[in-house]
């Protein structure tokens, strides 16, 4: 497909600061209240975030990628993007107020073979510092892939006949990702992918049955769920994720957290028991 070792080590840095204002209105987009000073897990995703003009957004709605230095990924000859993993460790709190510097650097681009047709994974490091204090160490993967064949059916599935079972689980939780929850979300993390908020483009030309909610938003939705279940802002040392099947906007999803060897397990499902994201996390030692 091309040879993209020119864009391997690719760095790049981003600043930003987390406002108060930032942090209240990621809290009230999930409902909960503010807290004092600390920045709740999961927030980091929404800074540092692209800020390519209107006007070099492609047609997908993310920036257009191209051959010049300045461009961190390559320009891949696929259309539909996910973010398909992540592996977050918290190694320090973020207050309110620190002045936030990321720094990413392309580790690799792999491209494989797909029972749907071609895939190329890029995987990203992310290092997330808070006045000058190395706070969260990442890495991201994202998988680009064709869209599909006119004809073909949308993804995911209709909801079957099974149903979710709780009673595997030490704890669960029913969430509703609504249009308007999706809006919000990619509002604050500044992302204009159409498949969040353009149910036309997302089920016409990518091909999914609904508006599709955001990878790192259900990923937020876990850690959230653990911090209420634990009982602890800083509830978890590091999280690990691996999105399974899409969500589809205004279809409940069934959260669920066990203790497993060696830390928790989590996971959030559709109704009819469709796995959709599996995750695992380690608590800070005592």
């Known amino acids: 497909m091309g040879d993209y070792s020119a864009w391997i080590g690719r760095e790049e840095v981003r600043r930003d600061t987390l406002t108060a204002s930032l942090l209240a209105r990621w809290c009230a987009t999930l409902d909960r209240s503010t807290p004092t000073d600390v920045a709740p897990q999961g927030l980091h995703w929404c800074l540092c975030t692209p800020d390519a003009p209107t006007a070099a957004l492609g047609q997908d709605g993310h920036p257009m990628r191209d051959e010049s230095a300045a461009s961190l990924l390559p320009p891949l000859p696929l259309e539909r993007r996910m973010w398909a993993a992540g592996a977050v460790e918290f190694v ?32 990203l490091a992310h290092e997330t510092f808070a006045d000058d204090v190395l706070a969260i160490r990442e890495t991201q993967t994202l998988v680009y892939r064709d869209a599909p064949p006119p004809g073909s059916p949308p993804a995911p599935p ?55 909610v ?8 876990l850690l959230d769920f653990a911090r209420r279940t634990l009982g ?14 899409p969500a589809v906007a205004d279809e409940p999803l069934h959260l ?8 928790l397990i989590l996971a959030a ?17 005592p």
């Open 92 to 123: 320090a709190p973020i207050t309110a107020e620190s002045a936030i510097e990321r720094r990413t650097r392309v580790l690799s681009i792999t491209e494989k073979q797909g029972g749907t047709g071609p895939l190329v994974f890029a995987e």
């Open 158 to 212: 209709p909801p079957g006949d099974g149903r979710f079972d709780a009673g595997g689980w030490d704890a669960t939780r029913e969430v509703l990702p609504t249009p308007a929850l999706l809006f919000r979300y990619s509002a604050l993390t500044f992302n204009t992918h159409r498949i969040h908020y353009d149910h036309p483009y997302a089920t016409g030309t990518e091909g999914y049955r609904g508006l599709v």
């Open 214 to 221: 955001h990878g790192p938003l259900i990923a937020t939705l």
């Open 232 to 245: 602890n802002e800083a509830a978890l040392a590091t999280f690990s994720f691996r999105a399974v099947s």
């Open 256 to 263: 669920g957290l066990k203790h497993g060897d060696g830390g």
């Open 269 to 285: 499902h559709a109704a009819d028991g469709r796995q959709i994201m599996a995750a695992k996390a380690t608590t800070p030692a």
